[in-house]
């Protein structure tokens, strides 16, 4: 079955750290991959994909996230944390349908110390 | 600047009371998609149109009504609200056909049932 996975429910970073939120993908063929964040009461803001090509994708807000294929993962970096970035974040997978289904994964909370 | 917008962003409602949710989008899309968020949850599908074709996801309860009049509005109606429908309402729009099969969320209804 397709399904996506993120091992950590909640990370505690502080500020200036450095970031990598993991996310592993279970599907037949190469999906269309993404990363959401949510902040509290909010909408899902994208910030970033990967369809194919280049594997290490580039975002906003300085994130980037790179698709290896023999790990099944698409882990989300980012080299300086800011308070700002205290969100949940949501790896997602695209799987050819009719249309776009998406298959979320649980979220990731991350909270920034000061 | 183009967007997904919802409204209202806060809905009260009392338990057995019929609501109504609305979307709208500037993108020009051709799918639009329901999703209730339950809190430290990921996004759930509800159902999505394509287009004029509604497409309910197999576990959506009937309680769970949609229209899409046209290409740019569409709504959730809840029937009759029960304490466990409050939740965060998320709609999302995608153009499928463009080889970049994106889903674009709006700031979401949050959705409360006294």
New interface residues.
């Given amino acids: 079955a397709q399904s996506v996975t993120q091992p950590d429910i909640h990370i505690t970073v502080s500020e200036g750290a450095s970031l990598e939120l993991r996310c592993n993908y279970s599907y037949g063929a190469t999906p ?1 991959l ?1 990363w ?1 964040v949510q902040s509290p ?6 910030l970033l ?1 990967y ?1 194919s090509g280049d594997t290490l994708v580039q975002g906003i807000k300085g994130f980037e996230a790179e698709f290896k294929r023999s790990q099944s993962s698409f882990n989300l970096r980012k080299p300086s944390v800011h308070w700002s970035d205290a969100a949940e974040y ?1 790896c997602a997978a ?1 799987v ?1 349908t ?5 298959i ?4 990731t ?1 991350l909270s920034v110390i000061p | 600047d183009a967007m ?1 917008i ?1 409204n209202p962003r806060y809905q009260v409602t009392q338990f057995g009371k019929p609501v109504t949710l609305s979307c709208s989008q500037t993108l020009n899309h051709n ?1 639009m998609y329901w999703y209730q968020q339950k809190s ?4 759930k ?1 509800l159902f ?1 149109y ?1 287009d004029k074709d509604f ?1 309910n996801e197999a576990d959506t309860p009937d309680n769970f009504q949609s229209r899409r009049p046209n290409t740019s509005f569409c709504f959730l109606d809840i029937r009759s609200p029960g304490l466990g429908d409050a939740a ?1 309402y ?1 709609c ?1 729009t ?1 153009r ?1 056909g463009e ?10 209804t ?1 959705l409360l049932v006294l």
């Fill in positions: 269309y993404f959401y009461g909010q909408g899902l803001q994208l994909k369809f949501f695209g050819k009719s249309y776009d289904k998406v979320f994964g649980p979220g909370s | 997904v919802q799918v430290s949850q990921a996004p599908l999505h394509y497409n965060m998320l999302a995608s499928v080889g970049r099969e994106t889903q674009y969320f709006g700031p979401g949050r």
